[in-house]
C-alpha cells in the first residue's frame, strides 16, 4: 500500500532561517499528498496540500511542490518564526474510504 | 460551527477499568476515525466509521470497541484497560480527504 517517509527530527533553526522538510513517498498512481501541523497540545490541521503532480501547495508562508519524478513533496519555508514550532506531519491516502497514511512527523524548534 | 469536540481531555484510569472516550463533529461528515499518538511517534489508525452504523477496524482494534449511531457521535470504548492504552487518542472526520481533528484525550493506564 501507499506509504511516506519523513526526515528525523527534531529540526533545530534560529528566527528567520530557512526551513526544509523532507518527504518521500511509495504509492499507486498520483494521489493527492498533504503536510499536517500539531501545535504543542492541540489535534492535527491542515497545512497545505497538492492534488496533483507539479501542484505547488502553499499556505502561511509554507510551500511543498509535488515532485513525481523524484516521488517526493518536500516542505519549506523562507523564514521560520518562533510561532512555526510544531511537529509537521506528511500524509496521503490509502486503501479507500478516504482514510490517510501520516509520516512519523518533524518536531521543528525555532528559537528567537 | 465546533468542529470536532472530544471529552475528557485527560484521564488517568487503573489497570482493568473501562471507559468512553466521546467524539462529536457538526460538520455532517461520513467518515470519521479514531487515532491513537505515543510519544514521539506517528498516528496509528484505531477504527473508522464510513456512516451511521457502519465501523471498520484500523491497524490498530485489539482492546477497543467503537460504535456510531448517529452522523455526529462516535465513541471509543476501552474495556479492561492496559499500560499499554497509555496514549494521545485523536478522533477525527473527513470531507474530500482533508481530515479535521479534535484536540485529543490524553490517557495514563497505572
Known amino acids: 500500500g501507499n506509504s511516506v517517509t519523513q526526515m528525523e527530527g527534531p529540526v533545530t533553526l534560529s528566527e528567520e532561517a530557512f526551513l526544509t522538510i523532507n518527504c518521500t513517498y511509495t504509492a499507486t498512481g498520483y494521489p493527492s499528498l498533504f503536510w499536517y501541523v500539531q501545535y504543542p497540545g492541540e489535534g492535527l490541521q491542515l497545512l497545505l496540500k497538492a492534488t496533483k503532480a507539479d501542484d505547488k501547495g502553499s499556505n502561511k508562508g509554507f510551500e511543498a511542490t509535488y515532485r513525481k519524478e523524484t516521488t517526493s513533496f518536500h516542505l519549506e519555508k523562507g523564514s521560520v518564526q518562533v510561532s512555526d514550532s510544531a511537529v509537521y506531519f506528511c500524509?496521503?491516502?490509502?486503501?479507500?474510504?478516504?482514510?490517510?497514511?501520516f509520516g512519523t512527523g518533524t518536531r521543528l524548534l525555532v528559537s528567537p | 460551527n465546533a468542529g470536532v469536540t472530544q471529552t475528557p481531555k485527560f484521564r488517568i484510569l487503573k489497570i482493568g477499568q473501562s471507559m468512553t472516550l466521546q467524539c462529536t463533529q457538526d460538520m455532517n461528515h461520513n467518515y470519521m476515525y479514531w487515532y491513537r499518538q505515543d510519544p514521539g511517534m506517528g498516528l496509528k489508525l484505531i477504527y473508522y466509521?464510513?456512516?451511521?452504523?457502519?465501523?471498520d477496524k484500523g491497524e490498530v482494534p485489539n482492546g477497543y470497541n467503537v460504535s456510531r449511531s448517529t452522523t455526529e457521535d462516535f465513541p471509543l470504548r476501552l474495556e479492561l484497560a492496559a499500560p499499554s492504552q497509555t496514549s494521545v487518542y485523536f478522533c477525527?472526520?473527513?470531507?474530500?480527504?482533508?481530515?479535521?481533528f479534535g484536540p485529543g484525550t490524553r490517557l495514563t493506564v497505572t
Open positions: 500524509a496521503l491516502p490509502t486503501t479507500g474510504f478516504q482514510k490517510l497514511v
Open positions: 477525527a472526520s473527513t470531507a474530500d480527504y482533508e481530515q479535521y
Open positions: 466509521s464510513v456512516g451511521a452504523g457502519i465501523t
